[in-house]
Antibody, heavy 115, light 112 residues
Framework: QITLKESGPTLVKPTQTLTLTCTFSGFSLSTSGVGVAWIRQPPGKALEWLALIYWNDDKRYSPSLKSRLTITKDTSKNQVVLTMTNMDPVDTATYYC???????WGQGTLVTVSS | DVVMTQSPLSLPVTLGQPASISCRSSQSLVYSDGNTYLNWLQQRPGQSPRRLIYKVSKRDSGVPDRFSGSGSGTDFTLKISRVEAEDVGVYYCMQGTHWPLTFGGGTKVEIK
């Protein structure tokens, strides 16, 4: 059974750095072809893909956010970490992690950016 | 970036009636391996997205057969043969062929 769960702060201040952790089970990031993605969804708006990391440490980023994003993995802990720098109120959203086939998603975590 | 354009934005449907959602991509979604990586996702109110359809027409396990996907190249369709109350939510198409991965703007299905 595959599960993913996001964790991190619910409130960050403008200009701060956001660090989110995706902890998963039921698959391994050491398996060929496997990856974990991050997606966000502002309140009432559409989904937006942010980043994806593969088993071989290949990393892909949304071009519009690439300068602010870093995705890393800890295979032994079954975790993927996303950091986003220089947070702004427009970054307020529910942040999801998902298996790279998008067949399994976490429950999401709402991050609010406000002073 | 590949732009995914969905229509309609909102789709009021009578229970038991069919529904159809269109998704058009700004570029062909046929990958070099011959596959077309077009997914349909359902997001019920207050829930995480759920994949219904992958590679245009392959239904995920547990997805009712009233859902079907079709299309090719740049034009794709999700059909619900008979809408049920549990189908209320927002439906998204997303492409996995080109980087960056992109989603459509969503179609809200509601009961009349």
């Amino acid at each position: 059974q595959i599960t993913l769960k996001e964790s991190g702060p619910t409130l960050v201040k403008p200009t701060q750095t956001l660090t989110l952790t995706c902890t998963f089970s039921g698959f391994s990031l050491s398996t060929s072809g496997v990856g974990v993605a991050w997606i966000r969804q502002p309140p009432g708006k559409a989904l937006e893909w942010l980043a994806l990391i593969y088993w071989n440490d290949d990393k892909r980023y949304s071009p519009s956010l690439k300068s602010r994003l870093t995705i890393t993995k800890d295979t032994s802990k079954n975790q993927v970490v996303l950091t986003m720098t220089n947070m702004d109120p427009v970054d307020t959203a529910t942040y999801y992690c998902a298996h790279n086939k998008f067949d399994y998603w976490g429950q999401g975590t709402l991050v609010t950016v406000s002073s | 970036d590949v732009v995914m354009t969905q229509s309609p934005l909102s789709l009021p449907v009578t229970l038991g009636q069919p529904a159809s959602i269109s998704c058009r991509s700004s570029q062909s979604l046929v990958y070099s391996d011959g596959n077309t990586y077009l997914n349909w996702l359902q997001q019920r109110p207050g829930q995480s997205p759920r994949r219904l359809i992958y590679k245009v027409s392959k239904r995920d396990s547990g997805v009712p057969d009233r859902f079907s996907g079709s299309g090719s190249g740049t034009d794709f369709t999700l059909k619900i043969s008979r809408v049920e109350a549990e189908d209320v939510g927002v439906y998204y198409c997303m492409q996995g062929t080109h980087w960056p991965l992109t989603f459509g703007g969503g179609t809200k299905v509601e009961i009349k």
